[in-house]
């Protein structure tokens, strides 16, 4: 219902226009869903998890639980919105979850009547015979009845973006204290974010109205922002939450940009990424509820927030409300309401004597106060009608039933030590508030050892203004201070408030309620939990308070117990007769609130998931319509398909054509790493199983890479540039990984070397030129020498190349005549524009990385990744060739002398024909006879490798094989795909030009 | 004990539950036990109950320093699989597989267990190799998987996007027969079968020091007094090291956070598991609806139980890219647990140098599937000496260099 009477925040002007559920309804520039839903009187706005009970509103902000709704459609549907988060815009479409066929009436409240067989736990006692049953008929009914909002069906066509920032100081909420702390801050010099996660300034200060320097806290308010607004140093954000709080004062902020203004272009929202000296967590506190019998109806809400919606909104919920309250706090709603002209028939308290100054107001008011009194229970079923007033010490006993059709509620406040807690922060029992604060003895710590979060205000259990506002602006200082701005910021502002009464605590209403009607009080209102849930878990044993939330499921639904922890923390505390501080809280992590996984992808979707690396000719593979395959980053051309041909197709042509005339490969994404200075020779000795200290310049070598267990983890031909220069190729997905292992030995342990690594990849282009017409080719295009004598197999030469400037490397992966060329990445396009140009006379074709495998599997070169998998070492794949024996040490060489490793039962490399001329699947093993101690198949090999050969017109594969090198012609079997075996006979591994004699022409 | 079932509750439910008793005691430590079990962690539990049910061994005490299941077991996001590539590994995790199926039946708890299939998608070549041997290899080791196609990936799974500008999917390997748990029921139904062969697992009792003779365990030392043992389970996964050093030797394990999300629930909308390993994140859906996401390892060693968001970005990322609309979705909650990983990835199930104590740990990310096997293999060695389960994880392997290496098959091994 409207007032004639408040509402500062909304322009009763500027009528909004929004639909519920496909009701066309109204509200006002300045309202949230939540205020504009129950100015239409609509307080019903969704059903609970467990029993699909009624749910209203509860509370006006981010720890609202029960008022989750659908917004938008299609590509821009969300499912649990929080309304009291969501800010109204013309033609905002909500919907209610969780209920079917309608809200009002939802055929799942049938868990309701049934909810004394469904305590909590109860899952876990049943649904287990028979077995099957769990799979096929439980748990589909059980999921058919989970979930809240819809799944959307599509993306996001919205867009998304974040903002990495350093600041002295993140001051994360704008209440009074946050505030004066970025004032503080701000004012000594110190760079600052302050972010406040709703659309307006001022907190709670800005609705119960304490005065500030003598002035209204809206007039402070006001001068302090003008007064940041006007610092260059200071920034301050609004609609902006805090997030999380990371190690090392890394925070996280999400900003709602456009969500109040659909209409408005850019980003939806945005991620700060937010490294700090000092956070400052000024994130206020949060009232608590009270569980009374059937305080889950709607027209139950937490008194200051009924307040909040009449002061800032000029909405009411009902126009009787009946408050309850432990606390003098609650009585400002009494006055607020009474001050609106609404009817307070009275103020229930639990305490013994309500003396204080405001109790007294309410009296001189003419509101009745009844202490020493709670409620029993609640009347009504999808709103209140009434309530039943009791004793609070006592058993429920009726004294009186008051008929209205609102309740207020206050069980005291709770700080929001959310951020304060995410990194360690830990916490200390208040006993006179009741309530858990930050210790300020024990703070989370950064890499310095000392505290890098300081909470202040309310979130520090600073209920008065004054102290709140004190702390908050001495805070601010301070932060300032660590990082170096000691300029000094003046004096702190006085606050002053009405004092009040201490609170006494009270966890269940009334103290002594029997099992029916604590059955019936709802601690967490989204997942159904009650008091008597809580106490069953105690009575189970599940006594510690994760094991308690975990059985009850308390405070983990969408609202992760922001109204539920600390008051079902007390009823376990009870039930176990334990201190609360003993029992302690559960743990709180990130987010503060759900946070949307679009927002923390960013930009980093579809093409931009993560960079393509692309080579110099990319534009090229990509315009001859290649086929590509992601490898690592980049993309490469897998096989050049002409017309209506196949892959496949395509694969056995460029094949074909590089042995009979010239192909030409793409071979620029292959690693390359500088290794310089007068220690690299040494170093590259350790690095490689090979020597290469002892290359001659301007000659190659192939080299072998292990880890420190003596596995092959990488190969490559590394070249001799000058004298302290070593230019080592690794493959295609190496480069970073052994740039980085590099990195790691001359970091971690030989840090003395005199030692530089430098990665090259992307600044050459390689391309391979490789087929018997390969020289000629070369030759007709003219420049450096390149005949057998001028540049032998194994060296390479820098010269020109159809006046190119090149360096070319006589190396072969292939098995024919070959010559590497590498050129400056800018004229990468060029050269290789003018290869193909001029090769169209010799037959050229490029060919892909599908046609390169098969030519190096002809040969039976081994390829990384292929025939190793990390428990693979040199010597199973007969390389022991380039073992070097002269060394003292390299890195793998103690790893390769242990037990296992010198095993002579290791599976070696062969190569494997079938007896039928067929292709042996990917991965296949070879069977021996009978099973291991575990039942397995023995096996005794498996295929590395395996292709159809276009040279030799048949299956080709290498594999492992048990003493494979010595079983040469035996026929052994090999699974197939889909099951079955098929017969490949040992042969040599090497299918093509055994002798080589083709590569060294 | 009294037994669970649908009657059970009816019954309780007319007498406003007062009748159902602790599900487990709150025992007071003895001087002595026949076997000390540290941790009570999922495997701890389960190698206690199958000392109890396999060997008639019930002088168990299972000693925690916390709260029963509060380790990894009551942090992971409980994929179950055994498509595992080396013999060893695919034993001890179809072992595990298998008994998971009867597990609630067995345990009267129900463990939740959903076989509703697990997929890994191949998104490069080199994928499509790896996944390919694993099926062979799995098909030899008794272990039912297959190698399905993009379309069958797509069906199985329609909110998945195959034909992603990146890394479409090119087919997936996919176990039928995997799926999920609940992991604190796991953790519980073990206790309370535990606790009723009259075991005591004590909470809050921290093992602080091990006392031997003569290269032989007697007790330990713990925060509550000390207790006397003729043998001793060390199963503390992120803390192996630290207790082994207690008892002086060392473990080749490195404690890291591995951390995990959930989104907000929504009505079903995902029936399978799904990893991506190229893209590095893996999704499925609870029974609650929430979507229950995991990725890496932070990529430095701590204790801290929880980790870097940079992490968490990554993940995320991935899920969107391969389930375009969970962009719409909100993360409810992220955490971490400390996973003990030695150099091959692969658990160490052994005797040790001290005689008497055992070690089981360092089944770093991926250890929930494995629980009722390891405990069952564990309570094996334990009671006889050896196990041919246990066989290939002992701790000399990395003395002879003989690693169970699954990285090869998986970059994620959860
Ligand atoms: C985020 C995440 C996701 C994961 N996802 C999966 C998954 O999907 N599938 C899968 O199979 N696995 C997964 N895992 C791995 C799995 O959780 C673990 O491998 C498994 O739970 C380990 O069980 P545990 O019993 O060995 O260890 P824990 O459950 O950690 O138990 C060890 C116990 O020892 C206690 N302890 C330690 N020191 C002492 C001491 N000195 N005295 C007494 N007690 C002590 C600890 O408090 C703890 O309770 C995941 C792990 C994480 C962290």
């Known amino acids: 219902m409207r007032l004639r009477t408040n509402g500062r925040l909304v322009a009763k002007n500027r009528p909004v226009h929004f639909t519920f559920n496909g009701k066309r309804l109204q509200g006002y520039s300045g309202d949230t869903l939540a205020s504009a839903l129950l100015a239409n009187d609509q307080l019903l706005v969704g059903r609970s998890f467990k029993y699909h009970r009624p749910r209203g509103l509860v509370a006006a902000g981010a720890e609202e639980p029960n008022a989750l709704v659908e917004l938008g459609r299609g590509d821009r549907q969300e499912p649990n919105a ?20 309608s809200l009002e009436f939802d055929v799942g409240v049938i868990n309701a009547k049934l909810s004394r067989f469904l305590p909590a736990g109860f899952y876990y006692k049943t649904f287990m015979q028979p077995q099957a049953f769990w799979k096929h008929v439980y748990e589909p009914i059980i999921r058919a009845s989970a ?43 110190a760079r600052v974010l302050l972010v406040e996660q709703t659309s307006g300034w001022g907190g709670r200060a800005v609705v119960d109205r304490p005065s500030i320097e003598g002035i209204s806290a809206q007039d402070w308010v006001n001068a302090t922002l003008a007064e940041l607004d006007a610092m260059p140093n200071v920034d301050v954000r609004l609609r902006c939450q805090g997030a999380g709080v990371f190690d090392h004062g890394y925070a996280l902020a999400h900003e709602r940009l456009t969500d109040h203004a659909p209409k408005q272009g850019g980003p939806r929202q945005r991620l700060w990424r937010i490294r700090a000296g000092r956070i400052v967590t000024a994130t206020g506190a949060i009232e608590r509820p009270l569980s009374f019998a059937y305080n889950d109806v709607p027209g139950v809400l937490l008194a200051a927030a009924l307040r909040d919606y009449v002061v800032n909104f000029g909405v009411a919920v009902g126009e009787r409300t009946v408050i309850v309250t432990n606390n003098d706090d609650a009585y400002r709603t009494a006055i607020a309401l009474h001050d609106a002209g609404l009817d307070v028939p009275a103020v229930i308290d639990a305490r013994t004597s309500a003396k204080g100054e405001l109790p007294e107001q309410v009296r001189a008011l003419g509101i009745k106060v009844l202490t020493n009194s709670g409620i029993a229970s609640v009347d009504g079923g999808k709103r209140v009608t009434g309530v039943q007033v009791c004793a609070q010490d006592g058993e429920g006993t009726v004294t009186e039933t008051i008929p209205c059709d609102c309740v207020a509620m206050s069980g005291g406040w709770s700080p929001v030590v959310h951020l304060w807690s995410h990194c360690g922060g830990k916490l200390v029992w208040d006993e006179p508030h009741a309530f858990f604060r930050p210790d300020a003895d024990r703070p989370p710590l950064g890499a310095d050892g000392e505290g890098f979060v300081i909470a202040v205000g309310t979130a520090n259990g600073h209920l008065f203004t004054a102290e709140a506002i004190a702390d908050g602006f001495s805070a601010g200082r301070k932060a300032a201070k660590v990082a170096g701005h000691t300029r000094k910021p003046g004096q702190a502002p006085m606050g002053d408030d009405v004092a009040e009464d201490a609170l006494t605590p009270v966890w269940i209403m009334p103290a002594q309620a029997p099992y029916k009607l604590r059955s019936k009080m709802w601690l967490d209102y989204q ?116 017309g209506d041909e196949t892959a496949h197709d395509a694969v056995t042509r460029e094949v074909v054509n590089t042995r009979e ?21 040494k170093f590259l000795d350790m690095m490689y199983t090979n020597m290469m200290s002892n290359l001659a310049v301007g000659k190659c070598r192939y080299g072998l890479m292990c880890s420190e267990n003596g596995f092959l983890m990488d190969d490559g031909v590394v070249a001799r540039m000058d004298d302290d220069t070593w230019l080592c190729h690794t493959t295609t997905g190496g480069a970073d990984r052994i740039l980085a292992h590099m990195e790691d030995w001359l970091q971690c342990e030989w840090w003395d070397w005199q030692v530089y690594v430098a990665n090259v990849t992307e600044q050459y282009a390689q391309f391979a030129v490789v087929g018997p017409k390969a020289r000629q080719l070369l030759q007709a295009i003219g420049g450096m020498a390149l005949t057998k004598d001028d540049l032998p197999f194994m060296q390479w030469a820098s010269g020109q190349i159809g006046g190119f400037d090149v360096r070319v490397f006589r190396i072969s992966f292939s098995g024919e005549l070959s010559y590497e060329i590498a050129v400056a990445a800018g004229q990468g396009a060029a050269f290789w524009d003018m290869l193909v140009k001029q090769g169209e006379a010799f037959g050229l074709m490029p060919y892909g990385t599908e046609a390169l495998h098969v030519l190096r599997a002809e040969k039976g070169f081994i390829m990384i990744g292929d025939e190793t998998d990390g428990t693979v070492i040199p010597q199973d794949l007969n390389l022991n060739w380039a073992i070097s024996k002269k060394k003292d040490d390299f890195l793998g060489k103690r790893g390769q002398l242990r ?42 090999g498996r295929v590395t490798s395996t292709y159809y050969s276009p040279t030799l017109k048949k299956g080709i594969a290498m594999g492992l094989v048990k003493h494979g090198p010595t079983r040469m012609g035996e026929v052994i079997a090999f699974t197939k795909e889909g099951g079955g075996f098929v017969d490949a006979r040992i042969v040599d591994p090497v299918f093509y030009d055994k002798d080589g004699e083709k590569q060294n022409v | 004990m009294k ?64 709260w029963l299941g509060g380790g990894n077991t009551g942090r992971n996001t409980t994929i179950i699989r055994s498509n595992y590539l080396q013999d060893p590994s695919a034993a001890i995790y179809e072992k595990a597989r298998s008994l998971y199926e009867g597990l609630s039946q067995d345990l009267n708890y129900n463990v939740m267990f959903s076989p509703r299939g697990v997929m890994m998608l191949a998104q490069t070549q080199h994928e499509i190799r790896g996944y390919q041997r694993t099926v062979h290899a799995n098909n030899l080791q008794g272990v039912t998987t297959e190698w399905i196609s993009p379309a069958r990936v797509k069906e199985l799974c329609p909110i998945m996007n195959i034909d992603g500008p990146r890394y479409p999917v090119l087919g997936a390997l996919w176990q039928a027969r995997g799926g999920t748990a609940r992991h604190d029921a796991v953790a519980w139904g073990y206790a309370r079968a535990c606790a009723d062969m009259g075991m005591d697992i004590i909470q809050q009792c921290e093992v602080t020091g091990v006392t031997t003779e003569a290269g032989k365990v007697t007790g330990v030392n713990t925060t509550r007094g000390d207790i006397k043992c003729g043998k001793l389970g060390m ?24 951390q995990a999300l959930v989104s907000e629930p929504i009505k079903p909308c995902m029936d399978v598991v799904v990893m991506a390993n190229t893209v590095h994140g893996y999704m499925s859906q609870s029974d609650k609806g929430e979507m229950v996401i995991g990725g890496g390892t932070d990529g430095y060693n701590n204790y801290t139980q ?9 993940t995320v990322r991935a899920l969107v890219e391969t389930f375009p609309i969970v962009g719409r979705l909100k993360m409810l909650r992220q955490w971490g647990g400390i996973v003990d990983v030695t150099g091959d990835r692969s658990p160490i199930l052994s005797k040790t140098p001290v005689e008497g104590i055992f070690v089981n740990c360092g089944w770093g990310t991926g250890g929930f599937k494995a629980i009722p096997g390891s405990g069952w293999a564990m309570a094996e060695l334990m009671a006889k000496g050896a196990s041919p389960l246990t066989e290939e994880f002992s701790m000399n392997r990395f003395r002879h260099g003989k690693f169970i290496d699954e990285s090869v098959a998986a970059g994620v091994a959860h």
């Not at chain 1, 799944?151 to 002295?168: I, L, R, W």
């Not at chain 1, 044993?541 to 499921?553: D, I, L, P």
Request: hydrophobic share 40%; no cysteine.
């Open chain 1, 527 to 642: 997942n159904d939990v009650k008091v008597s849930d809580v106490q069953l878990a105690a009575q189970e044993g599940f006594q510690s308070v994760e094991h308690a939330k975990r059985y009850t499921t308390l405070g983990m639904a969408t609202d992760q117990g922001k109204l539920s922890n600390i008051n079902g923390l007390a009823v376990l505390s009870n039930a176990l007769g334990e201190a609360i501080p003993r029992v302690g809280t559960t743990t709180f992590r990130p987010p503060y609130t759900p946070l949307p996984l679009a927002a923390i992808t960013g930009v980093a979707r579809d093409e931009l998931f993560q960079p393509i690396r692309k080579t110099p000719v990319h534009a090229w593979h990509d315009a001859q319509g290649a086929e590509f395959e992601p490898v690592g980053q980049w993309r490469r051309p897998y096989a050049y398909p002409r």
């Open chain 2, 3 to 66: 037994r669970y079932s649908a009657f059970a509750i009816a019954r309780e439910a007319f007498r406003q539950h007062s009748g159902w008793t602790r599900a487990w005691g709150q025992a007071e430590p003895k001087p002595r036990y026949d076997v000390i079990i540290v941790g009570a962690g999922g495997h701890g539990l389960a190698t206690a109950y199958y000392l109890g049910k396999n060997f008639g061994i019930t002088n168990v005490a299972v000693l925690e320093k916390g």
């Open chain 1, 899 to 940: 037990s296992h490793m010198v095993d002579p039962d290791r599976w070696k490399l062969v190569g494997l024909e079938t007896v039928d001329g067929s292709v042996l699947a990917d991965g296949a093993y070879a069977v021996a006879e009978g099973v291991n101690a575990n039942g397995q198949r023995n096996t005794q």
């Open chain 2, 306 to 314: 929880r980790g870097s968001f940079h992490h968490i970005e990554e």
């Open chain 1, 82 to 101: 929080r309304v009291t988060q969501v800010e109204l815009f013309d033609g905002l479409a909500a919907r209610s979850q969780n209920h079917w066929p």
């Open chain 1, 661 to 681: 005339n010239v192909g030409l490969l793409d071979a620029s994404t292959l690693g390359k790493l500088i290794v310089k200075g007068p220690d690299a020779g």
């Open chain 2, 235 to 258: 199963v503390v996964a992120g803390h192996a090291s630290v207790l082994a050093q207690k008892a002086g030797f060392q473990l080749p394990i490195e404690s890291v956070a591995l």
């Open chain 1, 147 to 189: 979930g809240l909002g819809r799944a959307p069906e599509t993306g996001d066509d919205h867009t998304y973006e974040h903002f990495n920032v350093t600041v002295d100081v993140l001051v994360v909420g704008g209440g009074i204290a946050g505030l004066a702390a970025a004032l503080a801050a701000g004012r000594a010099g």
